[in-house]
């Protein structure tokens, strides 16, 4: 019954010659044997060695593109969550199995290796998360395409608990250097801030705009490469580094020198620093604002200049280049680009702006109102005087259109003007100048059109569509689950590592005893390896036989890991009640980084870890409901936490998760959903079968119903629910905090008062309680029956094809990109190396 494995290898990969490059890495980098090297050294040694395997498809392919010259997607995003590289580089150069043997002979553990590798944290959470799997799909497909964004010195910071609270620790990532980085100095662009724009007449009678009296930074790029699977293809993620433009003149300076010197050097240090821990949240910080135009413009200019090298007429540049903006971050690209076109290349006002609403794209990722960017115009005229200049003429522009539509409706000016109430508002800038505004799963597009955008949409209907956001199965399956990957290989064939939808063939398995013992014994093994994980780095045992409850993303009000705990505090009170129950033992896993300054969110990460303190301690308890928080999550550690899980938490309010991606990593690596109908969940249960999950709650329409009409009120649950008033009581009476029993009044009263403009409990935690503890008594009774629990779980895994990225990146290149497919010729995608 079980097929010959096929070969997921290529044959071609010389493991003595990588070997050899291994060693010679560790004498030439430190002048040390293997056998003095530190782990550190070694994963050093290792990652040069495969970056040269890695190189010479690197100039393959670009090399090719020249020859091609295909149209190439630039994706401009703030953030790219990349995770490891080593490991992932050695899976999509199909070289994992003979570089894992190439280090047993050498009496090294890859795996050890790939621990030492920092995570290059340069995201948040799900929307940096994602451009780095669209960045693995657009290689491993074949079409030609830039990462765009920022090498910060310090990522997401790291998330040390200490006494149950949340502490920040700067993440040095780069401290003992990058293998897999290049620096192109070559590449460098100056980017100039403040100062103002002096309009001159030229020979010709043209109007020249400068900016004047202005500092600014050198732009330096260094490239990752982005291996495409299997195909020969690397991409290129280009994250831009600044520095100080001019060193000082020690021979003549005088103070006005040497102080502009000193500014300009701040500047530079300032600009790249660190990234904004928050996450669907606006902060408004001037240095954030200069972030976003530092790396725009920089990024925009090279594109233009790669451009120009092999054409000749700028106003066809649409042909050749589509912008991608992800989320509102870069949208100063479409200003940028039409300074460039206009001031640089001397193109008219119309003829740039052809140019401009046929390059740029803008991808909306929530409806969140505290996420929408809207700068002071004092702040932003003040940092950026040429762009602003544009914008408003832009404005101006849109709102003549705007008139004309609907004449002498004020109300439609108010509400889509891109500069109004001294604001500048970068969706409605998006909105205006790109040819395409996206949601990222069918109910938000579906929100976005008739709710939070209805006014553009009704105005140009023809730029709004739907891309459901997807994920990597590379990573997320081949990588991250090995045993699991391996069962599937063995069962359907290796074609769902570059074409998911495959996977389905599984689906006859899901009734087959056998397979489901195998399938629930691998997912065993998977809850073997996280329980080490969390007994090394948490100190706590859990039972691998318990139901893993995971609930990983970040920490947010909307994403509701307080109706989490919440419910494992009404359990714990009715196991005490009634300690003879009957109970399937449970563990409570979460993982979340919260907003420095979040102060709801840092409480229910102490709340989370105090309700740990007590319950897992308990000898009445004894044992049955474990509560983990996993310190620092992470891509890396996530990996190990998909494969783990039983039971998937997406339990947003409805209307509040614009698609979640979590939730398609659980589905994959075959945990059931419990969640609430929002975002992504909804095609994932129209995939899977609502059968095989555990919908609850409000709908986006009740939500949305409510939100318009004021709220509801929660004292009326508080007042007639006897489980809620004794759960709410205990954040008060010190159950979870003996010594200061007022520490979680804060989240009570978000709960039950009405606080200055936030209704009480804005995110209907109560309203939805009862039926997420229905729901949850659901999810115990289908674990007694494993193999039913089974089934749903193959199934899970086997509707998974239409969640990956490579779905997503096809729509986007078929209807919106329009991209070039590029095959390398034959004999340059077998790796006969010389190293
Ligand atoms: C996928 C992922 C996210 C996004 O998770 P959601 O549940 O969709 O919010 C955040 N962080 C990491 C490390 C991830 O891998």
Request: hydrophobic content about 30%; aromatic content about 6%; overall charge negative.
């Given at each position: 019954m079980i097929k010959k494995k096929d070969t997921q290898?290529?044959?071609?990969?010389d493991k003595e010659l990588f070997k050899r490059s291994v060693l010679y890495n560790v004498k030439t980098l430190y002048r040390k044997t293997l056998e003095e090297a530190t782990p550190q050294q070694i994963f050093q040694a290792v990652g040069y060695a495969i970056k040269d395997v890695v190189i010479d498809n690197w100039l393959t392919t670009h090399k090719e593109y020249d020859k091609q010259d295909p149209k190439t997607v630039y994706y401009l995003s703030m953030e790219f969550l990349m995770g490891r590289a080593l490991g992932n580089n050695i899976i999509n150069l199909q070289a994992y199995k003979p570089v894992k043997e190439a280090m047993d002979e050498l009496g090294l553990d890859l795996n050890v290796i790939e621990d030492q590798e920092p995570d290059p944290a340069l995201g948040n959470g799900g929307l940096g998360r994602l451009a780095s799997c669209f960045l693995d799909s657009l290689s491993t497909l074949g079409y030609a395409a830039y990462g765009c964004g920022i090498r910060y010195r310090y990522g997401m910071f790291k998330q040390e608990i200490r006494d149950g609270y949340q502490i920040e620790v700067p993440d040095n990532w780069l401290v003992d250097g990058n293998p897999f980085e290049l620096r192109r100095p070559e590449y460098a662009k100056e980017v100039k801030f403040g100062g103002y724009v002096n309009v001159r007449i030229d020979e010709n009678g043209r109007s020249n705009f400068v900016q004047e009296g202005y500092q600014s930074v050198r732009a330096i790029p260094y490239d990752l490469p982005i291996v495409g699977y299997g195909n020969g293809i690397v991409n290129t993620l280009r994250i831009w580094d600044a520095e100080a433009i001019e060193c000082f003149h020690l021979d003549s300076f005088d103070k006005g020198d040497y102080q502009k010197a000193v500014e300009q050097a701040n500047l530079a240090k300032n600009i790249v620093e660190v990234l904004y821990p928050n996450d669907n949240h606006y902060a408004g910080k001037e240095l954030r604002l200069k972030q976003q135009y530092f790396f725009i413009s920089a990024s925009v200019q090279e594109a233009i200049a790669k451009y120009m090298r092999k054409h000749d007429?700028?106003?066809?540049?649409y042909e050749k280049v589509t912008f991608q903006l992800?989320?509102?971050?870069?949208?100063v690209a479409v200003a940028e680009l039409m300074r460039i076109l206009m001031d640089e290349y001397y193109l008219t006002w119309e003829e740039a702006w052809n140019v401009t609403i046929k390059t740029c794209a803008y991808t909306n990722h929530t409806i969140?109102?505290?996420a929408l960017e809207k700068w002071p115009i004092e702040l932003f005229s003040r940092l950026l005087p040429r762009i602003y200049q544009i914008i408003e003429e832009i404005n101006r522009r849109f709102i003549i259109k705007i008139q004309e539509m609907y004449p002498g409706n004020q109300e439609k000016i108010r509400k889509m003007a891109i500069i109004y109430d001294g604001q500048v508002k970068m969706a409605h800038l998006a909105i205006a100048a790109g040819f395409s505004v996206n949601g990222v799963a069918r109910l938000h597009t579906e929100i976005l059109k008739k709710q939070e955008l209805r006014d553009f949409y009704e105005m140009m209907p023809e730029k709004f569509n739907n891309k459901t956001n997807g994920i990597t199965q590379r990573r997320f399956l081949l990588h991250g689950n090995p045993l699991l990957a391996d069962w599937v290989t063995a069962h359907?064939?290796?074609?769902?590592?570059?074409?998911?939808?495959?996977?389905?063939?599984?689906k006859i398995y899901a009734d087959d005893e056998k397979c489901q013992q195998e399938f629930m014994n691998i997912k065993y093994q998977n809850k073997v390896r996280l329980a080490q994980y969390i007994l090394e780095h948490n100190g706590i045992e859990v039972d691998p036989r318990s139901i893993f409850d995971v609930q990983v993303k970040r920490l947010h009000e909307y994403k509701r890991q307080l109706l989490n705990i919440l419910h494992v505090m009404y359990l714990y009170n009715q196991l005490k009640d009634n300690p003879e129950m009957e109970f399937f033992p449970r563990t409570f896993i979460f993982g979340a980084k919260a907003a420095a300054g979040y102060y709801n969110a840092k409480m229910t990460i102490k709340l989370i870890n105090s309700v740990a303190d007590v319950v897992n301690n308990d000898p009445v308890i004894n044992g049955r409901i474990k509560v983990v928080f996993i310190e620092n999550y992470r891509v890396s550690n996530a990996e190990l936490i998909f494969a783990a899980a039983d039971v998937s938490e997406?339990?947003?309010?409805?209307?509040?998760?614009?698609?979640?991606?979590g939730n398609m990593k659980f589905m994959l690596n075959g945990a059931l959903t419990i969640g609430t109908m929002d975002g992504a969940n909804v095609e994932i249960v129209e995939e899977v079968g609502a059968e095989n999950a555990f919908i609850f709650g409000l709908s986006s329409d009740e939500v949305i119903n409510f939100e318009n009409n004021g709220g509801y009120d929660p004292t009326e649950i508080f007042n007639n629910d006897p489980d809620v008033r004794r759960v709410l009581m205990q954040l008060i009476n010190g159950t979870f905090a003996p010594n200061d029993p007022d520490r979680f009044r804060t989240l009570y009263n978000s709960l039950l008062n009405t606080i200055s403009t936030n209704k009480a409990d804005m995110y209907f935690i109560l309203k939805d309680f009862k039926a997420y503890a229905e729901a949850q008594r659901k999810v115990e009774n289908a674990y007694r029956d494993e193999k039913r629990w089974a089934r749903s779980a193959i199934l899970n895994v086997a509707c998974s094809g239409k969640f990956t990225s490579d779905r997503t990146i096809q729509e986007y290149v078929d209807e919106l990109w329009h991209l070039d497919k590029v095959v390398l010729p034959k004999k340059v995608v077998g790796k006969d190396k010389t190293l």
């Open positions: 290898e290529s044959s071609s990969f007429d700028i106003r066809k540049f992800n989320d509102t971050h870069p949208t969140m109102a505290e359907v064939g290796s074609d769902w590592i570059t074409d998911l939808p495959k996977i389905s063939k599984l997406q339990i947003s309010t409805a209307s509040k998760e614009a698609s979640g991606t």
